[in-house]
């Protein structure tokens, strides 16, 4: 009997990089700077090498953040580019917070496809000239994206300061978004809190015919309700631009 799989926690981090160009040094040392935070976090591996971006693709859906570091060969790169492109549609569905990193490239030859990075996407035009539509879907994730505001190395450099830049980002956009969902929740159970209160003020007083029996029920099914509307104070207390 085969041994049951072990739990894998599902990635916190996506970042997508080109391999050759990165890998070694700066993805390395945010790696560890990420992980040394107990940030989970996700590279493409094996993955890139058998252009498996169904897997890639998998991996995306189930991260809460993707940093997307741009550099010179970035677009040289047709696996970044699909990446990209899942990450541009996971973004517009709302389901994926995205820093974009701009490292040794300009913000504006990303923008406008130019300089190296301009050249190694031209290059892809040429090699994908027979499927126009790809071509559109990368320049349009590309120019989403990039209108975002991201960190650069311009900024802060391309070693340690870039590093730690980019894991307070992260560590701020998962602070945020724990955040927010405590406080969906707890608007979910003020609503439906509220829900039974109004039923023990109803229809409870149509079932209840015993005065006392009434008011005991009325004072039960109101306490969550009470409790729930304290809750939603303190979050819009300690939120209150949200």
């Known amino acids: ?97 995205v820093i974009p990193v701009f490292y040794d490239v300009s913000i504006s030859d990303v923008k406008n496809l130019e300089g190296e990075f301009g050249n190694h996407f031209e290059e892809m035009k040429m090699k994908y000239a027979n499927d126009p539509l790809k071509i559109l879907n990368w320049e349009n994730s590309l120019s ?7 960190l650069t190395s311009e900024e802060h450099g391309t070693g340690l300061g870039l590093v730690m830049a980019i894991v307070r980002a992260v560590k701020s956009e998962l602070t945020d ?29 149509l079932l209840c015919t015993d005065v006392k029996v009434y008011k005991a029920v009325k004072c039960l099914l109101g306490f969550p309700v009470l409790v729930g509307v304290l809750h939603q104070l303190y979050c819009l207390r300690k939120h209150p631009n949200r």
């Open 1 to 97: 009997m085969a041994e049951p799989r072990p739990y894998q926690r599902p990635p916190q981090v996506f970042i997508s990089f080109h391999g050759d160009e990165l890998r070694d040094n700066f993805i390395r040392y945010l790696v560890w700077g990420l992980r040394d935070e107990r940030v989970n976090v996700f590279i493409d591996r094996a993955e890139a090498n058998r252009r498996d971006i169904r897997n890639i693709s998998t991996k995306i859906e189930e991260s809460n953040i993707a940093v997307i570091i741009f550099s010179k060969r970035y677009t040289e790169s047709e696996m970044c580019l699909n990446e990209h492109q899942k990450m541009h549609e996971h973004v517009k569905q709302s389901n994926l917070k």
């Open 144 to 150: 989403s994206i990039v209108e975002r505001t991201g």
């Open 177 to 205: 978004s724990l955040e927010r969902r405590k406080i969906m929740k707890g608007q979910v159970f003020v609503l439906a809190s509220a829900a039974v209160f109004i039923f023990s003020l109803f229809v409870a007083r």
